[in-house]
């Protein structure tokens, strides 16, 4: 898959707390692409997560959370009831040298995006069944799964979903599990090559649960400080 690595990706968007406050702020600030959020329609709590970044500080990632704060929870019933979608904004970017130089990166996809995504969700997610000691090895059988599902996204597991992005018709992969949905896209000119006007093309990520998919919509968020870093990050 031309994703990055899965240790780095899981790493940097796993099941970690958030920075808060204004150094949460100042990282979302660095990057140089624009960040996606569900756009007006949604009119509940925002809040912020986590952004990645490479080894030599550039902003590769983030996420920007709605509705409630997901948290693991072995109370099934307790955890259907949440109800939140959260928006991975990726980078697009070819393939590259790494920030230190002893390497290369490969390019960024739609791909990259479904799995950052499906890992997501699965940070979030604890069968009812499972004690603390067996939930790490099925959340390292079902990353990989979700790593596989993402590099195949003709496959029968997906099917397209036309969902608005800055008011646009645009087509995403979408598919539904046992814990929530998991969807992933790209807004326009993610080669950066066409010289239009309006943000540069990213490759966007979504997952959620308790909120149906189908009716959400994204747009570029015209200011990040309107998500609130007051709500922790579970």
Known sequence: METTSREADQTADGPEPAFHGRRTLDDYAR???????????????RWL???????DGVVQ?????HGDV???????????????AVVVTLAASPVRR?????????????????WLAGSGLLAHTWPPQLDHALRDDWLDQQT??????????????????SLPVNGEPTPFHYRETDFGWVLAGSTSDTSG????????????????????????????????????AETPYV
Do not use: K, N
Not at 61 to 65: I, K, N, Q, V
Not at 73 to 81: E, G, V
Not at 144 to 161: C, I, K, M
């Open 31 to 45: 990057a140089s692409f624009p960040w996606y959020g569900l756009d007006e329609a949604f009119t509940g709590p």
């Open 49 to 55: 997560m986590q952004v990645a970044a490479a080894a």
């Open 61 to 65: 990632h983030g996420s920007l959370g």
């Open 70 to 84: 997901p948290s693991i929870r072995s109370d099934a019933a307790a955890t259907l009831r949440e109800r939140f």
């Open 98 to 114: 790494s920030g230190d130089g002893t390497g290369v990166l490969d390019a960024t996809t739609v791909s990259s995006a479904a």
């Open 144 to 161: 990989e799964t979700a790593f596989v599902l993402a590099d195949d996204l003709d496959g029968p597991e997906w099917s397209l979903l």
């Open 193 to 228: 090559t066409s010289g239009t006007e309006g943000p540069p093309g990213v490759h966007l990520g979504a997952y959620g649960r308790g909120m149906s998919a189908y009716g959400l919509g994204f747009s570029v968020v015209p200011d990040v400080a309107s998500y609130t």
